[in-house]
């Protein structure tokens, strides 16, 4: 089930000329070289008449289309009805705003203390870093701050200021957008602020990168992360064909600078509300090193009901899994509640 082969450049993406190795594994290369208008996109894959009526319909899209190459060549790999485009690939669906769904589902501007600084819990602030992504998610939590190519990160220096004013908070987890889209000096600097600070113990990354852009772990950002230690990696995975040889060397880079990983999962209907993709998921995370943490029911989030498994799904699924997989590879089942009410959660017991 795990793809086995190495992703390879698709000549589509480059004018129809092939892609040199060098450049393709350059992640400077892969970000000036996103897909991000359905005429680049029709040229590097193959479109279902589904597909094809949803890029002609950008009105209707809930986030602008926004692929790697590399992830555009890996969904030219898998077959046209593979789960990982409706993840990926825009969709008519998502023009439709169901009743209870929100613009900002977690009500994180009600939480925000300082710009792009949420504070909902008592010693962890969730600091929004960077408002670039390497590939968009269509069922992204944060569609009202789409990511922005090439824009410059926001300014730190308040939400620095306000976590250096908060003894109480021990606990920083950066997200956006991807983090480690920032440059390695930028990062650097930003994870060293944080360092000087005496009562943050845990720094975190949330980062999609592994799967969405492995080249992006290089020997100098790793070099960087694990100086800052403790720093634990929070992944994204939605399915196991993610797993690529790419992606697993990007882990086993990260797991030898001794950064913990773990990985949270959006379940979704009709991508991985399955058992046996679920399992092939969370069994091979943990044979690559990385515990899966969180298996997230979706975020009422504007646009998203078509993604959206019912709770007692999940919690089967769970239950499913108990027994017949390591205990490792059991990840909790979480409910964040619409409006800011927190995560809490659903299962597996
Ligand atoms: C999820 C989240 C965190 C981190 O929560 P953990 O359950 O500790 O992983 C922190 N702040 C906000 C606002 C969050 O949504």
Known sequence: MTARSSVRPIPAIHGGAPVPLPLWRDWRWQLAHRLRT???????????????????????WRMPLLLTPYTASLLSTLPPSHPLRRAHLPDLREARHAPAEYP?????????????????????????VSRDCATACRYCTRA??????????????????WIAAHPEITDVLLSGGDPLLLPDETLDALLTSLRAIPHVRLLRIGTKVPATLPMRITPALVRILRKHRPLWLSLHFTHPDELT?????????????????????????HVNDDESTLRALFENLVLNGVKPYYLHYTD????????????PRGRSLL????????GYAIPLFMQDTPGGGGKHPLGPS
């Open 104 to 128: 900002d589902p977690l009500g994180e501007d009600a939480h925000q203390v300082a710009p792009h600084l949420i504070h909902a819990y008592p010693h962890k602030v969730l600091f929004l």
């Open 144 to 161: 009202h701050l789409p990511p922005c190519p090439g824009c410059p990160p926001p300014d730190p220096d308040p939400a620095l200021r």
């Open 300 to 311: 009422a989030a504007q646009g998203t009901a078509h993604f959206r498994s019912p709770i």
């Open 245 to 269: 040889p790419e992606t697993k060397k990007s882990l086993r880079l990260l797991l030898d600078a001794g950064l913990p990983l773990c990985s949270q999962t959006v379940l979704l209907r």
């Open 319 to 326: 239950r499913a899994l108990n027994g017949t997989v390591p």
């Open 38 to 60: 359905p005429e680049a996109l029709s040229a590097a894959l193959p479109l279902t008449p589904a597909e094809r009526r949803a890029l002609a319909a950008p009105a209707a």
